[in-house]
Each structure stands twice: as C-alpha cells, then as structure tokens.
C-alpha cells in the first residue's frame, strides 16, 4: 500500500503527463519559442543611438495643426533633433545649410504621437 502523502514516479507521471496536459505544454513552449526571438531582437543599435544632428526640412506642405485653425498651405517645416524647429511659409523660412530637403507639394502634414 501506498502512503498517500508521498508521490511516486509512477503517480508524478500519471498526473503530469496525461495527454491534455501534454498538448498545453507543447502549445506553451511553441509560443515561447515564437515570441522569445522577438523580445531578443527588438531592441536594435539603431534605437539606442542619440538623434541625428542633421535638420530635415519639409517643403511646400500643407499643415493642419490639430488646434481647428484652417489648413496652411505652401508652408516650410524645419526638424531639428527630432523636434520641430521652425514653421512658416515657404518663401520666407531659410533653409538651414547642410539639411536634409524633402519636397512634400501635394502632402499633408498633421501631428501625431509615434
């Protein structure tokens, strides 16, 4: 007779590995083996490194600004380290020297978090 307080290999076994139990752990270890590689490999260098000193300058958009003032058109958007440096209209905003300059005619530019 078996005391009931002490578990055997044969009642371990009995009670662990049925069949049911079997496919959950299967299906656990597959979706680990699916997300580990992706929590590995999502942090890259490129994301650890500081903003590019490089201005990237936005020409000929269009602005909505999110506050309900109308739509500004022809307008110059200058990015500095990540944050919007200057705004204006086209033929008035100097484009700084040694800057990135993307013609966006016919573009709508809109804030949104990212």
Do not use: C, Y
């Amino acid at each position: 007779m078996i005391n009931e307080g002490v578990i055997t290999w044969f009642n371990f076994k009995q009670f662990f590995f049925t069949r049911s139990n079997v496919n959950k752990m299967k299906q656990l270890f597959f979706f680990i083996g699916l997300l580990l590689p992706a929590f590995l490999f999502s942090q890259t260098e490129k994301a650890n490194k500081p903003a590019v000193d490089t201005p990237v300058v936005l020409k000929n958009v269009r602005i909505v600004d999110g506050t309900g003032a109308s739509i500004k058109h022809d307008q110059t958007l200058i990015i500095k380290n990540g944050k919007i440096a200057a705004i204006g209209i086209s033929s008035r905003v100097p484009v700084p020297a040694g800057a990135k300059v993307i013609d966006l005619s016919g573009h709508t530019v809109f804030p949104a978090w990212l």
